[in-house]
């Protein structure tokens, strides 16, 4: 979206798919610069002039269906990730926490316990996180989405979910170092989340 817009050519000839991703493209980052949040290299394709007559364009009925659906959809991605980012800092939460736990209990205090059941809930919120990403991500191809500034920001939660997240558990009287990244996202849970939350059924790929 860095190339300048011809805004006149767009008006006379591109169809109303190409207006809406570009006005809503716009509408997004200029949100984003108000509300003080980094944009990257991002920059706003239009003047308000241009946004304004952009917006103006969709003055039939086709068109302004198309407007409703996209505004309605980019919505609904931009509300799903704020969702994702919150899942992921309930799991940082509870990574911290088990780390905290873990050290105060083996090295701290001395004292042996069973942690077994916190780590499934590190693992869980983990994989809730992941899951949630990748339905986001099959729905936004599935959808036809093409805001580049949204689906980056949703990119870098799951650039996050991908760092070095080490942890350790007991095996006898030694620590054991395991990495959560090594954790796979469940297939009919991420179909689950898209029937749910997308109402998108999804059938995978034969490899």
């Known amino acids: 979206m860095s190339k300048k817009i011809d805004i006149h050519k767009l008006l006379s000839t591109g169809s109303a798919k190409q207006r809406v991703i570009l006005l809503f493209y716009h509408f997004n980052l200029k949100e984003a610069i108000e509300k003080n949040i980094p944009i990257g290299e991002h920059k706003l394709p239009l003047t308000d002039g241009e946004a304004t007559a952009l917006l103006n364009s969709f003055n039939n009925e086709k068109d302004i269906k198309i407007y409703s659906q996209y505004r ?107 990495d959560l990244k090594e954790v796979e996202p469940d297939e009919d849970v991420i179909k689950d989340i898209l029937k749910i939350e997308f109402n998108l059924e999804y059938i995978a790929d034969e490899e």
Do not use: P, V
């Open 72 to 178: 309605e959809l980019s919505l609904k991605i931009i509300q799903a990730m704020r969702w994702l980012n919150l899942l992921y800092k309930t799991f940082q939460t509870t990574y911290w926490k088990y780390r905290a736990y873990y050290y105060e209990i083996y090295y701290k205090d001395k004292k042996k316990a069973d942690f077994n059941e916190f780590e499934d809930t590190l693992i869980r919120d983990y994989s809730t996180a992941l899951e949630y990403y990748t339905a986001l991500k099959i729905y936004i191809k599935e959808s036809g989405y093409k805001d580049k500034f949204i689906i980056e920001a949703i990119d870098e939660a799951y650039s996050l979910l991908k760092l070095d997240w080490k942890y350790d558990i007991r095996n006898g009287d030694k620590d054991e170092a395991l």
